[in-house]
């Protein structure tokens, strides 16, 4: 489990089907636009018995060592979800962000800290060098995500992902250790940054 005051992210457990799903369908306008297309109707794919099949194939990749997720939790109460995934070891070192949170959250500083919170577990006990994170360009709420925390820009993906019923672009973030080192971590840095604003 990974804390920041009123912020966690700990692992999701079979418990959280009933919030995923009221969490979930009540985001549908709210993440529709920007996640890949679901196999049927939002309402479809939305059920405690899709959670099962979620949770199962989290726990899988997790003990692989091809994921990273976590439940995102605000007060105790779930919220979203932050997910390092793509995990490549050897000598690229890296994965993948994605991150999504109930937009009845929203503006409350949640993503920024968990997706650092993310990114220092990762580096440090995760053994990572880098992560990236891609985003449509359209995304504006989700680009200063990780503006604020520092990424780089460093790509532009034509046509990257088949989302909202056609192949999007999307722009290429990304961190590495060096980046964060000299501040002590990636939420030491947004914390540094938020105190002399």
């Not at 920041?4 to 799903?21: C, E, I, K, N």
Request: glycine share 10%; hydrophobic share 35%.
């Amino acid at each position: 489990m990974l804390r920041d005051g009123d912020v966690t992210l700990r692992p999701y457990q079979r418990s959280d089907a009933a919030a995923w799903v009221e969490v979930r369908l009540a985001n549908e306008q709210w993440l529709a636009p920007w996640e890949p297309d679901p196999p049927g109707r939002w309402q479809d794919v939305h059920t405690v018995r899709a959670f099962r099949f979620v949770h199962r194939d989290l726990r899988k990749s997790a003990a692989d060592g091809s994921t990273m997720p976590y439940a995102v939790c605000y007060q105790d109460r779930f919220v979203g979800q932050l997910t390092i995934g793509n995990i490549v070891r050897r000598a690229f070192c890296s994965g993948y962000a994605g991150y999504w949170v109930d937009h009845r959250y929203a503006g409350r500083g949640i993503t920024p800290i968990a997706l650092a919170l993310a990114v220092d577990h990762a580096f440090n006990q995760g053994g990572l060098h880098r992560v990236e994170v891609n985003i449509r360009p359209e995304n504006k709420p989700s680009r200063r995500v990780v503006e604020k925390l520092g990424f780089r820009e460093e790509a532009y993906h034509h046509r990257y992902l088949y989302i909202a019923g056609g192949w999007r672009d999307h722009l290429g973030y990304a961190i590495t250790t060096e980046d964060v080192a000299t501040d002590g971590g990636l939420l030491r840095r947004w914390h540094r940054g938020r105190d002399s604003a």
